[in-house]
């Protein structure tokens, strides 16, 4: 498990930005999983930019081969902010997390390979 709050890539710091990578039982796949920014930071494409700044990391780096992500099915927002990196949906998860007034939510399973990154 790796947990990226603070990281460098290049001359560039992140901060402010979590995530948080799982690694599955499968060789060489990934889950992100926890990400969010300092509410205070949102919405000026620095989650799109961390988010890419770390596949990067991963793929290069590491030399992953596959990632994959799974927000709500609801989150548009990070839906978006996935897709802009180049993740694509692959399937809707029916009652993939219980929310806090416990009911069950869908999720979205998105999945980026190596050459995919934008
Ligand atoms: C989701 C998150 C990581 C995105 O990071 P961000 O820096 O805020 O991303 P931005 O809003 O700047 O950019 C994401 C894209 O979503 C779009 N967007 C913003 N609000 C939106 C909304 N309500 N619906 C659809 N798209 C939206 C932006 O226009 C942008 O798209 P564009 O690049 O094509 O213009 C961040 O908002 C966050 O931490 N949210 C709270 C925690 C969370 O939901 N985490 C995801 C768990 S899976």
Redesign the pocket.
């Known amino acids: 498990m790796l947990n990226f709050s603070r990281f460098k890539v290049g001359t560039r710091l992140y901060s402010g930005f979590g995530a948080l990578i799982v690694l599955l039982p499968k060789p060489d796949h990934l889950l992100l999983d926890?990400?969010?920014?300092r509410?205070d930071?949102?919405?000026?494409?620095?989650?799109?930019?961390a988010?890419r700044a770390v596949a990067r990391y991963l793929f290069d780096v590491l030399g992953h081969h596959r990632i994959t992500?799974?927000?709500?099915a609801a989150?548009?927002?990070?839906?978006?902010?996935y897709e802009?990196v180049g993740f694509r949906p692959i399937g809707r998860m029916r009652g993939y997390e219980r929310g806090p007034d416990g009911t069950w939510h869908d999720g979205l399973l998105m999945d980026l390979l190596r050459d995919e990154l934008r």
């Open positions: 926890n990400i969010a920014v509410p930071r949102q919405g000026r494409g620095l989650g799109p930019d988010i992500i799974d927000p709500s989150n548009d927002r990070a839906i978006r902010a802009r």
